[in-house]
């Protein structure tokens, strides 16, 4: 039995769950939109075994569990309440939540050992990756992560193009009238004349003059890359993330040198990553930058336009 916790309207995991099917492998998939409690939990000299309840229906014990794969969303744990009107219950009802999330975080370390990603990935310090990037011997563009105007004035003499992006995974905000987005942004001198002495804590990095992009996915020591052409594109040459949807930019399949594999392969090794997007950059003067790995990251744009078939891929995994 495979145990699926994902967005109920994320579309890869869709595709994939086709070909489970397709394969014959029973499966269930939860979101927060289910109620999730632990009926019961055996803790004997050998084995520890946790049985789910699914909104009140469906019972499954872990070691009915072949695989777990994490792709989005979170369990939302039943957890029941008493009295609220006191504030003595308010702090007790603090408590069972604390408790239950012992029991949460104890079948999630349980279950790691055959997941396909995990809840945990989402704490994945970008900081702590580039600096591990570093000590395996990859590229990364000049960083720095400041609140002071002054310190970026000289970082900025001293590198003449800048770009600025989020230090967490990713910024969604949204409302029935606007949806923002953070994608990568390039500073110009006027903007940080603009500036405040002091600001919210801000990554800046050189721009690298870029030949291509690459997004690579990486599954169980694997490597599917593309290379994204988003230099070619005004809109895109930044960030490929603001898509043209008129004219496309072109991703071909790409075979990364095993030098780099390599290095790639321990740096996911380190950061105790079995699966995960990474995003390079192929320089002007033939060198590789790394930039990020997001571990739960978008794999249909690499899948499709290189005919991966990388939900295939996934299924057997599962």
């Keep these: 039995m495979v145990l699926i916790l994902s967005a109920p309207d994320d579309s890869s995991t869709n595709d994939v769950i086709d070909w489970l099917i397709f394969l014959d492998k029973k499966f269930i998939r939860i979101s927060e939109e289910d109620i999730i409690q632990f009926s019961n939990i055996e803790i004997s000299n050998e084995d520890v075994d946790f049985t789910l309840l699914i909104n009140n229906e469906i019972e499954i014990k872990l070691s009915e569990i072949s695989k777990f794969w994490y792709r989005r969303s979170y369990i ?46 989402n704490s994945l310090n970008k900081i702590t990756v580039l600096r591990e990037a570093t000590k395996i011997g990859l590229n990364i563009p000049k960083t720095l992560i400041t609140n002071n105007k002054e310190k ?10 800048l770009i600025t992006k989020n230090i967490s995974p990713g910024v969604f905000i949204n409302n029935s009238e606007k949806y923002l987005s953070v994608t990568t942004q390039r500073v110009s001198t006027e903007e940080i004349k603009k500036l405040p002495e002091r600001f919210s804590y801000s990554l800046f990095q050189e721009e690298i003059a870029k030949l291509f992009e690459l997004r690579i996915f990486f599954i169980e020591n694997n490597f599917y890359a593309s290379a994204i052409f988003s230099q070619n594109d005004k809109k895109t040459e930044v960030d490929f993330r603001n898509y043209n949807i008129e004219k496309p930019n072109r991703t071909p399949p790409f075979k990364l040198p095993r030098s780099i594999e390599k290095k790639l392969n321990k740096l996911m090794k380190k950061v105790k990553l079995n699966s995960g997007s990474i995003d390079l950059i192929y320089s002007e003067d033939d060198k590789y930058y790394f930039l990020e790995v997001n571990p739960i990251g978008q794999f249909y744009q690499v899948s499709y336009p290189c005919n991966y078939y990388l939900e295939k891929k996934i299924a057997e995994f599962l």
């Design 152 to 161: 970026l004035i000289n970082f900025h003499r001293k590198n003449k193009k």
């Design 76 to 121: 939302k744990l039943f957890v029941e309440k008493i009295r609220e009107d006191i504030e003595l219950y308010l702090e007790l009802n603090y408590h069972l939540r604390n408790e239950s999330q012992i029991i949460l975080n104890s079948f999630l370390n349980e279950v790691k050992n055959k997941s396909l990603n995990s809840p945990h990935d």
